[in-house]
Each structure stands twice: as C-alpha cells, then as structure tokens.
C-alpha cells in the first residue's frame, strides 16, 4: 500500500530520519486517506523527544504546542505539523488529563494509547500501514471501536465518549457493540470535561453526515450534556402538525438544516422550551409562546458552554424569530428585511424550511411559501430595492436642514420609510421632501 503524501510531510520524514529516529504519519490523516478523503491537517508521532525534534529542525521555525505532552509545531511554507513524540500516558485521575505522560521509543505503545482503532493507524512510505489493532477492518465495516476495553479508556478520559459519537456522526459509522453500552453508562462522566471541548465535540457532531441516527441512538449522551434535552425526548405534541414527538420532530430539523454550525445549533435548540409550555384544549396540544422560552433556555445553555456573544445572538435570535409569520408579499418581505437585516432574515428562511421538514409529511408543502419568501428577499436585495432607512433617498441632515429637531427627526425618516416600502411614494429626495409639507 503506498500514498502519496504531500512534500513537507516527506521532507520531515526524512530529515527525522536521517537523524535517526523513526516518524510516521499518524491519527485523522491515516484514517482520511484509507477512505478516500483528503486530510485536513496531517500529524506526525516520532522516536525523537520534543528538543530533539526541535534540533532537527532548528532552521524552521517551530512552536512549542505541549513540550510535556511532547508536542512540537514545525512551520513549513506548505502548512504547520504537529509533531509528538511516541508517548505513554500515565494514570488518570479526573477523567480527562493523564497525571504523567512517559515518552517511549515504541510506536506500538503511542497507537495504543489512542481512541479508537481507526485513529490508532501510522504510515510511512517505508514501511507501509502499522495497524496493530484492526483499524483497517474497522474502517471497512463502518465501525468506531475503542482501543482496548472501552470502560478503562472512557474511565481514563470522558471526553472520548463524546468523540465515539462524534466520529460515528461525521464518519457515519456505527459504535461497536461493547463500545456503544460504554457510551451509555458512562455518558454521566461527561459532567467533568470542559465546556469548551464539549461545545467543540457537538459542533462537529451536529455537521456530521450521520447525525439523525446519533441524536436518534444517543439521546442520553445529548442530554448528559445538555440536561434541558431530557424532558423533550419522548413527549408528545398531541398535535395533527406532528408525527413525532418533541425530541423526533428535532432530530428531523437538524437532518434537514443546512450543514452550517448556526443553523444546526438553532435546529437543535429551537424547541427545547417546548415541555414547559404544553397545553391541552380540546384534546390538542398547544406550546404558546414556547419561541421565547426556547430563546431564554437557549441563551442559558449557549453561555454555559462558553459561545462567543456573537454567535450565541445570532442563534438566539433565530429561535425567538422561527414562528414568524411573513406574508409573501414585497411590503411584508420588505418589513422583515428591515426589521431583522438581509442576513438574519434569510437565516432565519433556512431555519423555517427545515422546521417544516421536521413536520408530519402532509404539511411539507408548506417549504414553497418560504421558497417564495425567499425569492422575494433575493430580489429586493439584488435590485437593491429600498427596505431600510440607510437606503431612503433622504437622510437626518436633509431634514435638520429644514428645521426638525431631535426625535422628531428620527420618527419622521421611519414614517417616510413606511411610505415607500409601502408604495405611497417614490423613493426620491423630490417626492420624500413634497411629502414633508
Ligand atoms: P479530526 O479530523 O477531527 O482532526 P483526528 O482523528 O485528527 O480527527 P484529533 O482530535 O485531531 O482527531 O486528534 C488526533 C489523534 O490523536 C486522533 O486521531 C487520536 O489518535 C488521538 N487522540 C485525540 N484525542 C484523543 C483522546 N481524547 N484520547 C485518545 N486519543 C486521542
Ligand atoms: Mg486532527
């Protein structure tokens, strides 16, 4: 078996080489190029210690990542590698950092310190694939196994949990057996891994191709992390609009979002306040005002896992805006645009395609509207069609030049705005001013 590898990874091979000591391509890049796919970043495990590695590339410049865990940053004008030295970790006592790391000359005992078998594969043109624990034949099989016995390795470090059911999503593979009951009996250590890591397990997890069968298969390890998730699953809208129950009827919106990270998180979200505002009338279930909820628990949730402002805005935002009704007519689209910015609103239009995906089948025509909705948006802003006050013909400095003061300024640019949106009058300083008087 032979691969080509890109020309710094050999060029630092073989300088690891010539010093005399081994390096192998390692990890995510050995998996990625068994399936097919392209890297994304390539690392490199190495018989050599961390100042040795630094000697050998002395005339590079290189940046100390982890010189405990043993891990250099070698810049090359083709991209940066990570280079660690083949390494033991020691005991674990919090479930998440090993207490001591013991460096070792034995590429065999750095593979089996790692995750799973198809992350615990190396490579070199030399020597070909060095897959001690049936990676290869994992990767065949679609199957995420831990290396060893997956209760010592997620005992050792919880985070691993989260990364079983990450790659099964991404990689849209299975969990092996063993590996899968692991998964969830212990999904309640999760509690100690940091919000950060866990924030950036899920992101990746909800882009994976294969999340509908995770959030389906691993509920529980979703709401280990996010506990607001437990009372959704399984609850019932009682609701002709639904087929599902409030965790299904999730689970669809974010299969049928776009792959974007806002999206899905607002997907994901976007119900969650459902549970605490169920009515019944009549025999039919009801959720008044579960978008604001939602919105709050949301925002809880965002700031407990460490979301940029931004970001957590955005997708609040989108929860509070997702039952918004907006005709599709050019005013109506007009006043949205106005009101949420080009932006948002055509987020916010992806948001409502994929919560009606996510709605008994009988109601799935319903996405024409928002197509339409969309079509309107588009045109509005590609004709650059006047929707908001940046755009009127006529600015504050045009009216204080006629006398107005103050609020007055500011309410009547809104009025006029209103006038032209609503097509009353022309959007031309001539017809703006006449209005005036
Ligand atoms: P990605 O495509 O997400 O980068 P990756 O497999 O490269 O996937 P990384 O998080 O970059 O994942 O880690 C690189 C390698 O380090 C993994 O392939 C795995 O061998 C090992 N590894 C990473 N995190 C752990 C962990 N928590 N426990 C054991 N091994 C790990
Ligand atoms: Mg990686």
């Known amino acids: 078996m032979k691969f080509k590898l890109p020309d710094h990874v050999y060029l630092a091979m073989e300088r690891l080489n010539g010093a005399g000591y081994g390096c192998f391509a390692v990890g995510g890049c050995v998996r990625d190029i068994l399936r097919g796919v392209p890297p994304h970043d390539w690392d490199l495990c190495t018989s050599a210690r961390p100042e040795q590695v630094k000697t050998v590339f002395r005339d590079r410049k290189t940046i100390d990542i982890g010189m405990a865990h043993g891990t250099v940053a070698v810049i090359f004008p083709a991209g940066t590698l990570e280079i660690t030295t083949y390494r033991i970790d020691g005991g674990y006592t919090d479930s998440r950092h090993p207490d001591q790391v013991t460096f070792t000359p034995e590429l065999r005992e750095d593979l089996a310190r790692r995750d799973f078998t198809v992350n615990a594969m190396a490579y070199h043109p030399n020597t070909g694939l060095v897959d001690p624990f049936g990676g290869q034949e994992d990767l065949k099989r679609g199957m995420i196994r831990c290396v060893g016995e997956p209760e010592r390795r997620f005992g050792e470090d919880a985070l691993r949990i989260l990364r079983a059911v990450r790659f099964s999503s991404v990689l849209g593979f299975r969990l092996e057996e063993r590996t899968a009951t692991a998964v969830h009996e212990m999904c309640g250590n999760l509690s100690r891994i940091s919000a950060e890591r866990i924030r950036e ?175 309107i948006a588009r045109r509005v802003i590609e004709e650059r069609q006047c929707f908001s006050l940046r755009d009127l013909a006529v600015d504050g400095n045009d009216l204080f030049a006629l006398g107005l003061r103050g609020r007055e300024i500011g309410d009547t640019l809104r009025r006029l705005l209103d006038d032209v949106i609503g097509g009353r009058c022309g959007n031309t300083k001539e017809e703006l001013l006449k209005r005036l008087f």
């Open 201 to 375: 397990e899920l992101t990746k997890m909800l882009l994976g191709g294969g999340i509908r069968e995770v959030l389906e298969l691993y509920s529980d390890v979703l709401a280990a992390v996010i506990p607001e998730i437990a009372p959704c699953i399984g609850f019932e809208q009682h609701n002709i609009h639904h087929c599902y129950d409030i965790w299904g009827h999730i689970i669809e919106c974010v299969a049928h979002s776009a792959p974007d990270p806002v999206i899905r998180w607002t997907m994901l979200l976007h119900d969650i306040g459902k549970p605490d505002t169920f009515t019944v009338k009549e025999g039919v279930g009801h959720f008044y005002g579960h978008e604001k909820h939602s919105a709050e628990l949301a925002q809880v949730i965002l700031k407990r896992l460490k979301f940029d402002t931004r970001t957590a805005e955005r997708i609040v935002t989108l929860i509070r805006s997702h039952m918004l009704l907006t005709e599709p007519k050019g005013k109506a689209v007009k006043r949205r645009l106005n009101q949420l910015g080009p932006e948002v609103f055509l987020q916010l239009l992806d948001v409502m395609r994929a919560d009606t995906l996510g709605l008994a089948p009988a109601y799935h025509d319903r996405v024409e509207k928002i197509d339409r909705l969309e079509s």
